[in-house]
């Protein structure tokens, strides 16, 4: 079949390497794509968010399956878009609906699901603009440290976790008077700060039956120890050392399940994965968050281990006969490095020529922000630029291979973390 997958970072390369594997996959097209995703499927120049524009290339490369990697235009309704169009309504979308991506495009949304379906997560209070006074008086009620998040999209990087309550007030003005974060904080969500170790699930579900697929940890922060700026993801290993298989059933009776209950309970129309951000406190999970896509860089982890055949099992998906599809992993460790550009997540130069990726033996190199020059050369192209994943027999030789990788590899500004891991130690 032939297939469209859209998006550009290191998730795509990584699910479009995936997909090319298929004997079921005829053509398979990227767009935007990256370099990286230019080896083994055709880049299309377009704008994720243009549906019209997405709608004639549906038509114009006879387009079989539709996997929408990022989460905006789902967020704004591109699996309804296609299913409402006559012409292109065939397609197999792999995202759920509209009202399925406002678990992700709305933090206030998403806690009221969690409430309303009993499922565990920290307490809360949501304020829009014109309640900034209330905001800043609800701290009294709250234990430092306080986390303050964006109600809507802010590419990763709309929560504060703040010690300082003048500070902590300070901020909440800058996000409801100020945009903070532009439109995405209209509107606040005050919460409980949760004290353990993070973790995501993720689960693929049709709506009737859910397959989870493996568990991974990424690194948010740009500087050592977990400290500074939130980043989209500065690195992630599968599995999760800490999760175990008790701790795994009690995510599974007590979260995934209520999860993927609630939204056939509420009629949501679910066709896709389901990211699901947890803490663990003490052998308790609870959930930070919601996404209605796959991560980045977890799906750098993730999908190179799952040994089944992608293109059939999101097949099944369309069919919903996930049921009927046993879910094959590789029992190794895979880690994922992240090499970026200096100065990011803040100002960063783009146009740094990249070069020693042919030396690299050991380790997949996925591509994330990327492109070619006219005269040939790999070139940086986003903050966050390789993403380099090894396997190993733990989580230890494996970061101990990407690491090795990262030194032969060179661009001007090139940065990593060093400590990767260590905090599981």
Known sequence: MNILLLGSGGREHALSTKLAESPLCKNLYVAPGNAGTKDMATNIPLNVNDFDAVKQQLLALEIDMLVVGPEDPLVNGITDFVKANEAIQHVKVVGPSKAGAALEGSKERAKQFMEQHQIPTAKYKSFNKNEVTEAQAFLDEMQSPYVLKADGLAAGKGVLIIEGKTEAKREIEAMLTENKFGKASEKLVIEEFLSGIELSVFVLTDGKNYLTLPNAKDYKRIGEGDTGLNTGGMGA?????????????????????????GLA??????????????????????????????????????????????????????????????????????????????????????????????????????????????NGNLLTNGGRVLALTSFGKDYSEALQKSYASAEKIEFEGKYYRTDLGKDLA
């Open 237 to 261: 290993i599968s599995p999760v050392p800490f999760a175990d298989e008790a701790f795994m059933k009690h995510v599974d009776q007590d979260i995934v399940q209520p999860t993927i209950r």
């Open 265 to 374: 309970e509420e009629k949501i129309d679910y066709k896709g994965f389901v990211f699901i951000g947890l803490m663990k406190v003490g052998d308790k999970a609870f959930v930070i968050e919601y996404n209605v896509r796959m991560g980045d860089p977890e799906t750098e982890v993730v999908i190179p281990r799952i040994q089944n055949d992608l293109v059939e099992v999101l097949t099944c998906l369309d069919e919903q006969k996930l049921n009927e599809v046993n879910l094959k992993i590789d029992e190794r460790t895979a880690a994922t490095l992240m090499l970026v550009s200096g100065g990011y997540p803040e100002a960063y130069e783009k146009g740094k020529v990249i070069t020693g990726i042919n030396s690299v033996k050991d380790t997949k190199v996925y591509h994330a922000g990327t492109k070619y020059a006219e």
